[in-house]
């Protein structure tokens, strides 16, 4: 038994299986799945995706694969896929999405009663090719919310993943905090820090490894001063100064499972006006936090962020959403946004991130993993959120 959750055999089997329900339901023959995260899910097959075309294909009771020679081996070691079909390369003499045409004629599947996650490949890296209706003469159904809704809500292993995600994060901010020093650049900060929790997750977790098509096996890092002030800011190569703003992010991979770990920081005790925006986006996130119940519209989750936000005089400084779902994928559905509809379900994992900006003072955001249980909610992230525990001594 390994010393980390993973996901059995047995419930990507019972994925597929829901699905095939799901296909009975619509009177599908077929379904290409060509989205790597959906693939991952109902296999755990999990690859970088590049200009090669990769497929997986169900049918009633039936699974395949069309994959590159360079998945070969990985996509015969994995469990319950009947067929592998290989083909040698992208663009190669005939298209490689023809064989996906062909696979589907090989289990009889009728054009008009085919369904996909997305009509022949999901573009990457230049590649180019036909609509999978191309190839079938018919008009493709939409099957995306055959899988994306049984990813909405989280199994218990998926939890424990995400948790054991949340838990090495904070470890590894805590040690990145710590190591936080005026003059120094954020890389020369944070990037020692990953490289040795790194190290820590694989001896402490034999047989451990990233398993994400994304790569990466832990994340710590931050973005300071005027930077900050873009959601997405860039590091800025030179070194911290007293008075600086800064905004960081945490997570690690844990059978594929993400979660997500941000924290404002501050380089010695922050101005009036800083305080002042950091209580504000405190404030926010603890509301979304508190709303958080079964049966809540989705969307109100952000409405009761928007009504405060307004009330604080800020509402002019968001720049986003209050959330999203996180699992195989950083952003997954559904969201926390006016725009969204559906309710909250336990089970359901979201990033709790209201953030206020300022051109000048920068950005202001605290991001917590949360699920939403029968009784309410659980913050799975661990980690201080108070002004006090988040400066930088200079």
Known sequence: MSSFPEIAPEEYARRRQAVWAGMEAAGFDALAVFYPARIAYLTG???????????????????????????????????GIDRVDVYFDYPGEHHPLERVGQALRDINAAPGRTAADHDGQ????????????????????????????????????????????????????????????????????????????????????????????????????????????????????????????????????????????????????PGAAQQHLFTAMLALQQRAIDVLRPGLPLAEVEREVLKLAKELGVEDRLRHHVGHSIGLEGHEAPFLDRGEEGLLEPGMVFTIEPGVYDPELGGFRHSDTVLVTSAGHRVMTGYPRDLESLIVPV
């Open 45 to 79: 097959f999990h690859h970088i995706p590049t200009e090669r075309p990769l497929a997986l294909l169900l049918g009633d009771g039936y699974a395949s694969m069309v994959v590159p020679a360079v998945e070969k081996e990985h996509a015969e070691s994995i469990a």
């Open 122 to 269: 999901v573009p990457y890296w230049g590649y180019r090719g036909p609509r999978l209706s191309d190839l079938t003469g018919a008009p493709v159904a939409d099957g995306e919310m055959l899988v994306e809704a049984l990813r909405r809500v989280k199994s218990t292993r998926e939890l424990e993943c995400i948790q054991l995600s949340c838990d090495w994060a904070s470890r590894a901010h805590r040690r990145m905090q710590a190591a936080i020093r005026p003059g120094r650049t954020e890389m020369e900060c944070y990037a020692p820090v990953e490289v040795e929790v790194l190290g820590e997750m694989v001896k402490e977790m034999p047989g451990w490894r990233p398993r994400s098509f994304q790569g990466e096996g832990l994340t710590a890092m931050f973005v300071g001063g005027q930077a900050t002030a873009m959601p997405h800011g860039f590091v800025r190569g030179h070194g911290l100064q007293p008075g600086d703003t800064l905004v960081s992010g945490a997570g690690a991979d844990i059978d594929g499972y993400q979660s997500e770990l941000e924290r404002t920081m501050f380089i010695g005790e």
